[in-house]
């Protein structure tokens, strides 16, 4: 059967299980799968807030201590990763507690407006808005 005679949506169906046979085939010794590995690619350049950045999502996503910025080990696998550094570039637990608030201030406001543009119906006097969140505001502080 030509492929031009086959509808598209039957064609893209069997070109994806060809794909994946094509993905899970054996190698020639019949033993092992072929793995499909996708690469991905990291910063290009050293920056002293990618560090920051890199160091204090580590921290906060895998439930570590405080305390891993200021570990000799940790460091020394930072420096190894760029030999270049010095300790002025690594940051340390006070440094990491403080980009981990100031981000989490940052995704709380931008969470709040979120919320109140999606709750407040708009219009097109800003009077309104205006005093839509004032009176919010002191319901909130009553």
Do not use: C
């Not at 031009?4 to 085939?25: D, Y």
């Not at 560090?51 to 420096?79: E, G, M, S, W």
């Amino acid at each position: 059967i030509n492929h031009w005679a086959i509808p598209r949506p039957i064609w893209r169906v069997m070109e994806e299980e060809k794909e994946a046979a094509a993905r899970g085939r054996l190698t020639k010794k019949q033993r092992q799968q072929q793995l499909d590995f996708k690469t991905v690619t990291g910063p290009r350049e050293f920056t002293r807030a990618g560090t920051l950045h890199a160091v204090t999502k580590l921290i906060a996503t895998n439930n570590q201590p405080l305390a891993l910025a200021d570990n000799l080990a940790f460091r020394n696998a930072l420096v190894s990763m760029r030999p270049k550094s010095t300790t002025s570039d690594l940051p340390s637990s006070h440094d990491v507690k403080v980009h981990l608030h100031n981000e989490f201030v940052k995704h709380m406001k931008k969470l709040k407006e979120e919320i109140i543009v999606s709750n407040f119906p708009l219009q097109k006097n800003p009077n309104t808005l205006t005093m839509y969140l004032t009176r919010r505001l002191q319901e909130r502080y009553r």
